[in-house]
């Protein structure tokens, strides 16, 4: 299937932007059904003011206080726990990749 750039416009600004045939072979690829109504301009807008993150951006990170599966000491954590994973402390942690690539 051959795609070309073709003019769409903005449903928020009215502006007039390009829908380049990159992008739509991209949404043919992830079979969704609709065009792009906003530019780029009021998409990033919108994901500001809606608080998301737009694609490729990192979200604040998330601190979890939790207990180290190996010393038992408190510890925080850059991410939530799953149940029934262990969770290490940095310094267990290290100690534990120190000794996997030994």
């Given at each position: 299937m051959e795609f070309q750039d073709k003019?769409?416009?903005?449903?928020?600004?009215?502006?007039?932007?390009v829908f380049t045939a990159g992008e739509q072979l991209f949404f043919y690829d992830k079979q969704f059904k609709n065009e792009p109504k906003r530019c780029k301009t009021c998409k990033a807008k919108r994901v500001s003011v809606?608080?998301?993150a737009p694609a490729g951006a990192t979200v604040g990170r998330v601190e979890t206080r939790t207990t180290c599966s190996h010393c038992g000491k408190e510890t925080t954590v850059p991410f939530?726990?799953?149940?029934?994973r262990p969770v290490f402390c940095r310094e267990c942690f290290s100690?534990?990749?120190t000794a996997a690539t030994a």
């Amino acid at each position: 299937m051959e795609f070309q750039d073709k003019m769409l416009k903005c449903i928020d600004c009215g502006a007039d932007f390009v829908f380049t045939a990159g992008e739509q072979l991209f949404f043919y690829d992830k079979q969704f059904k609709n065009e792009p109504k906003r530019c780029k301009t009021c998409k990033a807008k919108r994901v500001s003011v809606l608080g998301a993150a737009p694609a490729g951006a990192t979200v604040g990170r998330v601190e979890t206080r939790t207990t180290c599966s190996h010393c038992g000491k408190e510890t925080t954590v850059p991410f939530r726990p799953t149940q029934g994973r262990p969770v290490f402390c940095r310094e267990c942690f290290s100690q534990r990749r120190t000794a996997a690539t030994a």
